[in-house]
């Protein structure tokens, strides 16, 4: 698996290409939909690889508190995963940048990197948010959860937050702006 890594002065930012399920992080996030009932995309693959209990854990939490709005995140067992949680978090839908999306994505980020701090974690991965289904254009996304991500590490005790995008084209578009924003990384395979 190709990854590239930058270490900032206040944790390591890793950018790698593959499936998330297979993280090794002590979180990992998923991209859901308000519903919390699970869908295509990253959500499918993780409640496929957490088994069906994660599917019970978000429909309590829909039961306690209803649907989750977009910016906003909530945490559950990660069950079968590696990862011990998962962070639900729910990107905007991109509508041409009029109805907010640039803040709501933020959010939804600095939601989840907030929990994953309140739990004490120190290292979590996150999907391209909003970059599938949801339209998000590729690029501005990236310069908004890198900027995100490098603030989480900054501001709490995580001390590894891993992005995973899934096809090679979206891995350059990432890693190239990760170098704009931070200068080189370093390969690793
Ligand atoms: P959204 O509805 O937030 O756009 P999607 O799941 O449709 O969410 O897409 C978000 C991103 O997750 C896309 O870039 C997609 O290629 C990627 N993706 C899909 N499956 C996986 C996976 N198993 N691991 C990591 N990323 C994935």
Redesign the pocket.
Known sequence: MSAVNHELSSGKLVLRQ????RSRAQAIVN???SSLMG????????HRAAGPKLLQACREIVREQGQLPPGEAVITPGFELPARYVIHT??P?WQQGRKGEAELLESAYLSSIRLAEEKGLTSLAF??????????P?EFASELALKAMARGLEQTGLQEISV????ER?FSTWTAQAERLFGKGIEEE
């Open positions: 593959g499936d998330i399920t991209a859901a939909n869908g295509g995309g990253v959500d499918g693959a993780i729910v990107g839908v999907p391209a948010i909003s970059c599938g289904a949801y339209g998000f590729v995973y995008l899934f096809s979206d």
